[in-house]
């Protein structure tokens, strides 16, 4: 099953975070995602022609982790929103994070995005 058809299930702490080589499997599913240099954290930059636009899509993607209970950490300035994904209980990645990543990028061909 493609990730990002999978639903996030909550993490509670416990596990261990997912390691560098895991993470490099999951981004080969996640196009345009990079892994940080201390494989903690995933990230994405998106591109728009102003920042009524980044904005839109911020909130895209927030109704997102709102309906799948895991929420990025978000930047958004003129013409960029930025989407960080890290599972904070754990302070490293889960596959949750990966899912997510999948999810945001089906927003673009679930629809028409903000210009870009």
Known sequence: MALSDRTCVPCRGGVAPIGAEEARRYLE?????????????????WEFRN?????EFARRVGELAEAQGHHPDLSVGWGYCEVVFRTHRIRGLHENDFIMAAKVNALEKAGPLPPG
Request: glycine fraction near 4%.
């Open 29 to 45: 599913e996640t196009p345009g995602w990079a892994l940080d240099e201390d494989a903690t954290r995933i990230r994405r930059r």
């Open 51 to 55: 920042f009524a636009s980044a904005m």
